[in-house]
């Protein structure tokens, strides 16, 4: 629910549990599985660890979830902002979650003019939200801190009026609310061309390509892709295509949409064309088209699926 809409992510979570009662189902099925039940979700990443997790905790911590931050943040996919967060709310033990809510609240209460975004910032942080924190109840302060973010400290038009610490809050007393929190500049976004194959055999087979561990939509599948540092036109495609497809025999039919599709990435943008690939060959590598639809894929390719399917199976 950390970057999704609880509308959206609710049909899912119950889906979820449903399927994966406990954690020993969800150590016995395959990655890619699970992979396709959370598609649509994004951040598959955040699958994956899961993944690993309920596989190590059933394998060598004899189905025991950690009980301890210690514990916890050895966990894959956990760091110190989970496992602060379930160390003290389900075990009652004093260490301070530092999420974006809390990093807005700390910065205002101590007029901190360091970047929240910056290297130094996270011990700072960290550091002042362990000054804060009650020693008796930890779970309610941080779930405390964490509502007074998201509800009254907001980032814009921030309900000072309503706020329980205004009493101690510098920048409320400096005049600064507006200035803080501070951010660096973000990253200019990274733009990258993608050229989908979309391949029909003739037995109406196409072709689909697990991709690798180091990019985006790890181990997922996708089309047979060139990706260029310019988009491909229809005179550049057949040759730049002829290397990847394989065949002597083939005709490239158009694009399965007219215009470019943009998909926006946290850090960068995908400017997507999709070209229809025919061949009156039999693939050799060829997925059989019931298989498709059972593959993890990206939101971007499920779509251009259903859209191929529609329009030349």
Not at 91 to 116: H, P, Q, S, T, W
Not at 148 to 170: F, R
Request: aromatic share 10%; hydrophobic share 35%; net charge neutral.
């Amino acid at each position: 629910m950390q970057q999704t809409r609880i509308a959206q992510g609710l049909p899912y979570y119950s889906a979820f549990i449903s399927k994966y009662p406990s954690i020993y189902e969800l150590c016995e099925a395959s990655e890619s599985e699970i992979l396709k039940d959370w598609q649509g979700l994004g951040y598959y990443s955040r699958a994956r660890n899961m993944h690993q997790t309920a596989q190590h905790i059933v394998g060598e911590l004899q189905g025991n979830f950690p009980d301890t931050y210690e514990g916890l943040v050895q966990l894959k996919g956990v760091g110190d902002y989970t496992a602060s967060a379930i160390a003290s709310i389900c075990f009652n033990e004093k260490r301070a979650v530092v999420d974006g809510n809390v990093y807005r609240v700390l910065a205002r209460y101590f007029d901190v003019e360091i970047a929240i975004n910056s290297t130094e910032s996270a011990k700072l942080f960290k550091s002042l939200a362990g000054e804060l924190i009650d020693s008796d109840a930890p779970g309610d302060y941080n779930q405390g801190i964490m509502e007074l973010g998201a509800k009254v400290c907001t980032p814009t038009n921030p309900a000072c009026e309503l706020c329980p610490i205004t009493d101690g809050c510098l920048a409320f007393a400096r005049k600064t609310i507006g200035l803080r929190p501070v951010k660096k500049a973000k990253k200019p976004i990274r733009k990258r061309y993608f050229s989908y194959l979309m391949i029909r055999d003739k037995l109406a087979n196409t072709r689909m390509l697990q991709r690798g561990p180091k990019d985006i939509w790890q181990h997922l599948y996708e089309f047979p892709l060139l990706e260029t540092k310019a988009p491909l036109n229809e005179t550049d495609i057949p040759l730049a295509a002829k290397e990847i497809l394989g065949l002597e025999n083939y005709s490239i039919s158009g694009q399965l949409y007219p215009d470019d599709i943009i998909h926006k990435l946290s850090h960068q943008h995908l400017y997507t064309r999709f070209w229809i690939v025919k061949t009156p060959e039999l693939l050799p590598d060829g997925t059989p088209w019931g298989k498709v639809e059972e593959l993890p894929v990206p939101v971007l390719i499920q779509e251009a699926i259903s859209a191929f399917k529609n329009s030349y199976f």
